[in-house]
């Protein structure tokens, strides 16, 4: 049996597989093209992909497809064969740099936003050498960018590269600003813990919402669900042991750093955790971890339920993105420090994200903004949908020290003069952690908490990452013109303290009093994604994306239609999935329980029959409520084809559709609680989430 250390990475051409595979002046030049973003040179390209080639072969590949991340939030691939043919009539199996740098798969049918006509089919991937290349289902996958034949960037991931480079030009800006001349790059890690739920596939294949739609559009509330939190933390059991197993493996191969694993609060809900990772590969890495967690489900006859509320009224999923920075030579810009030169660095780092936070909360709400998420956000396990900024006590109260100038009292008396008194070193977390903030400072990172457990982490990033990069920007302009650096930077700090403070909370983000409290701040309380995305084409949200040149106005208004098209026909489908729910499955169904109690009874006439005769009658009225109610959904589905923009068909769905929706709903809940379980026509709540022994 192979040691975790001998399978990690196996599959991955990694930094080891290119130093043992290629010559040292390719392997240089390569190296310097991921650590410096230098310009790839087409004879490195050409010997890269013989030894990819090579390597792959031996590894058991026949294929090699550009594997990039469409608007369609999964991951898209066509696949090619390694075999030519050879002049004696057989094949040989060769590759080529020129295909490993572009390829050209058909750009009409992906989501583009109105960037691309649909008989404008050209389209390129370009390969992204800072993410290493791997084997799957014997097909060597190449990470890559996806753009039209304009240019226009039709994915998710060469936006997420624009705005890391982004950052990383304003940040050494204020590094060298501190006199540090050695660091060539900064760069953002995320460490995103990915939730799911596991059930078993007898159980879902009964249930036609989750197969069309990945979660529950009709369910009782069970006997027992998560009230006792005796599923948190818990044995993991045997079949999910076994599953997780294998999962783990799987991702090690691919070099995926699974770390951590654990059972959730919800019944059949766990969660993986990875290590920290380099954002675009934390992001790469990310969206396999999805797909080989279905696959692997499968394999042991469960399903992977990734939607971030497949049952109403227990708890739903999301990723934590854990969000740091730092530098080329291992310096984390979030850590405290121990000298005051560390500290003042820090500091001026710190205030730069609480300041990005406040100016562009819209944007990082709308960055998480589906279908899916807005039944998650602001219940007892999300984070509500107003963004604050959670620091805890201590950090707090040196930020009040600095605002007003006056002495901190730590551990002893300290006056908070930047570049030289010393913030009290953080030997260990200096706060509780807090469940309940969108976006909490955990010690040396930020932790945003309210994107969906079904979603790419990169829109979240690719926001946060241009927000900040904004805000150095505007403090390197600041302070490069600076006479007395100290004192510029100690009065650029206590100035964004007092202007930006009313975004942090330290406190309960469950409670309504917060949310009454944030309104009385001027933040904004986006509860749905037609009300977020409105802010993506604010001008000043598109100014600094244009700005820092990670969006261009087109790329930014597809985006917007996309994102709506997207919510609209999730809903739609939603309520297409109910109807035929309710027609053809609940209303026939307490129909012929009805007749049956009724039969019942006739025969006990006179014999007392009291359960019977209510019974019917309650059921009796819930079907006419649920003819009723799906008669009203039916009519606003239809009208739905009449209206005409994006914008107001995604209203009307959150005002007119998902409200008839939750009216159907609730009559057809009421009438499973009454109907015997051998005529409920599909596995109860119960039955699902207890499903897997």
Known sequence: MNTVPEIFASKVFDDRVMKETLPKEVYNSLHNTIAEGRELDLSVANAVAKAMCAWATENGATHFTHWFQPMTGITAEKHDGFISPDIDGRVIMEFSGKELIKGEPDASSFPSGGLRATFEARGYTAWDP???????????????????????????????????????????????????????RVTTSVGPEQEYFLIDKSVYEKRRDLVYTGRTLFGAKPPKGQELDDHYFGAIKPRVQAYMSELNEELWKLGILAKTEHNEVAPGQHELAPIYSTTNVATDHNQLTMEIMRRVAAK??????????????????????????????????????????????????????????????GLLRLSVATAGNDHRLGANEAPPAVISVFLGDELNAVLEAIEKDAHYDGAERRRMRLGVDSLPAFTRDTTDRNRTSPFAFTGNKFEF?????????????????????????????????????????HELIRRTICEHKRIIFNGNGYDDKWIAEAERRGLLNLKTTPDAMQLLIAQENMAMLTHQRVFSEEEIRSRYEIQLENYVKTVHIEANTMLNMARKEILPAVSVYSAKLCENAEKKSGFGCKYEKATAERLSALTDEIYS???????????????????????????????????????????????????????????????VK
């Open 300 to 361: 042991h006859d469960l399903v992977c339920l990734l939607h971030e509320k497949p049952f109403a009224g227990v708890n739903g999923s999301g990723k934590h993105n854990n969000w740091s920075l730092s530098t080329d030579s291992g310096e984390n810009l979030l850590s405290p420090g121990k000298t005051p030169y560390e500290n003042a660095q820090f500091l001026t780092f710190l205030v730069a994200t609480v300041k990005a936070v406040d100016d562009y909360q």
């Open 629 to 691: 109610a799906a008669a009203e959904l039916e009519d606003a589905v239809a009208r739905l084809d009449s209206i005409s923009g994006i914008t107001e068909e995604a209203f009307f769905v959150k005002d007119e559709i998902i409200p008839k929706m939750s009216a159907l709903r609730f009559p057809a809940d009421k009438a499973e609680e009454l109907t015997a379980k051998e005529y409920w026509p599909f596995p109860t709540y119960g039955e699902i989430l207890f499903s």
């Open 130 to 184: 800072t993410s290493y290349a791997f084997i799957k289902d014997k097909t060597l996958c190449i990470p890559t960018a996806f753009c039209s034949y304009g240019g226009e960037a039709l994915d998710k991931k060469t936006p997420l590269l624009r705005s890391m480079e982004a950052l990383n030009r304003q940040a050494l800006r204020i590094l060298r600003l501190f006199g540090n001349e050695n660091v060539k």
């Open 449 to 489: 908490r309210m994107v969906g457990s079904s979603d790419s982490i990169a829109c979240a990033n690719i926001m946060l990452n241009s927000a900040v990069a904004q805000t150095l920007e505007e403090f390197a302009d600041e302070l490069e013109k600076a006479e007395d650096f100290d004192s510029a930077l």
